[in-house]
C-alpha cells in the first residue's frame, strides 16, 4: 500500500468528519444564531432539518453519481460547493437565506460521506480493511457527537459565524488534493442519458418526507398535525411506487435485489439498530 493512497484516504475521512460534524454543530448555538438573524425558535429549527433532509437524499444517489462523475471528482465538487455553502452561511443576512445555503451544504456534504466506504474497500484487504472501516465508522459516529460541544466553544470564544467559517482550510485542502491523490476510476457522463429520473424523483419524495416526519413529528403532534400525516402519507406513496418501479425495469438507480443476500439484509438490520442505540445520544 502507496504512501499516496493512505494520505488519500486520510483525506477523504477529513471531508467525512467536516460534514458530519456540521449536522449538530449549530445545535447548541442556536439561540445566538436566531438572535444574529431575528429569527424565531420554529425558524431555527430548519438550519438542522434543511440539512438532514439534502443529505439524506443525496446519500443513497451517490453509489450513482460516483460512477458518472468518477470518485475522484464527485468528491472534488462536493468538497468544492461545501466550502463555499459554508462560507455563504457564514455571511448569511436573514434566516430564510441561511436554510437554503445550510440545503445546499447538505447536498454537498452528503456525497463525501458514502465516498469515503467506498474508497476503503477499494484500497484495503483483509485486516487493513477491518482496521479503515473502523476508522472510518469511529469518525462518523464521532464528529456529530462532538458537534454541539465544539459548536458552544466556538460561539463563546469567537462568533457563531466561525460555526461555518472553520470549513474553509479543510475544503480548500480537499479541492486541491483529491484530483491529485484520488484515482482509481473514470467518469461516465453517458449514464446522464439513460438515467431512471422518476425514481430518483420519487427516492427524493420519499427520503425527504420520511426525514421531515421524524424530525418534525414530536414537535407538532405527529399525525394530529396535518402537514405531518401529509408527508406521512407521501412517504408511504412515494416509497411503493419506487419499489414497484425499481424492480421491474432494466436500468435502476438503485438495486433492491440486493436484499436477496441474506449477509447484505442483515448487516443493514444491524445497522439499523446500532443507529437507533445512537439515537439516543440526542435524547
Known amino acids: ?32 444564531i436566531g438572535g444574529g438573524l431575528s429569527a424565531g425558535k420554529d425558524e ?12 439524506i437524499i443525496v446519500i443513497p444517489l451517490s453509489g450513482w453519481l460516483s460512477r458518472v462523475f468518477s470518485t475522484r471528482w464527485l468528491f ?11 462560507i455563504a452561511c457564514g455571511l448569511a443576512w436573514n434566516i430564510q437565506i441561511m436554510i437554503f445555503f445550510r440545503a445546499l451544504q447538505g447536498v454537498a456534504g452528503a456525497s463525501m460521506i458514502p465516498l469515503v466506504f467506498t474508497t476503503a474497500f477499494i484500497y484495503y484487504q483483509g485486516k487493513e480493511l477491518g482496521l479503515a472501516a473502523a476508522v472510518v465508522s469511529a469518525l462518523a459516529s464521532l464528529s456529530p457527537t462532538v458537534g454541539p460541544t465544539l459548536g458552544g466553544w466556538i460561539t463563546d470564544n469567537l462568533d457563531w459565524r466561525w460555526l461555518f467559517y472553520i470549513n474553509i482550510l479543510p475544503g480548500i485542502y480537499l479541492v486541491l488534493s483529491i484530483p491529485f491523490l484520488v484515482n482509481f ?9 439513460v438515467a431512471d429520473y422518476p ?18 413529528g414530536a ?3 405527529w399525525l394530529d398535525d396535518n402537514t405531518i400525516l401529509l408527508t406521512s402519507v407521501l412517504a ?13 425495469i432494466s436500468n435502476p438507480i438503485m438495486d433492491l435485489h440486493a436484499f436477496k443476500d441474506k449477509n447484505f439484509t442483515l448487516g443493514c438490520f444491524f445497522l439499523f439498530l446500532e443507529g437507533l442505540g445512537y439515537s439516543l445520544l440526542y435524547i
Request: hydrophobic letters at 55%.
Open 76 to 86: 472534488t465538487l462536493s468538497a468544492g460547493i461545501f466550502t463555499l455553502m459554508s
Open 44 to 55: 431555527m429549527a430548519w438550519l438542522q432539518t434543511s440539512y438532514l433532509i439534502a443529505e
Open 1 to 32: 500500500m502507496s504512501m499516496r493512497k493512505h494520505i488519500a484516504f486520510a483525506s477523504m475521512c477529513m471531508g467525512l468528519f467536516i460534514a458530519q460534524l456540521d449536522i449538530q454543530i449549530v445545535s447548541s448555538s442556536l439561540n445566538e
Open 219 to 221: 414537535r407538532w403532534g
Open 199 to 216: 425514481s430518483i424523483i420519487l427516492l427524493a419524495m420519499t427520503l425527504g418526507c420520511l426525514e421531515y416526519t421524524l424530525e418534525e
Open 236 to 248: 408511504l406513496v412515494s416509497f411503493i411506487l419506487f419499489a414497484a418501479r425499481t424492480l421491474t
Open 185 to 193: 476510476d473514470k467518469p461516465d457522463l453517458s449514464l446522464l442519458k
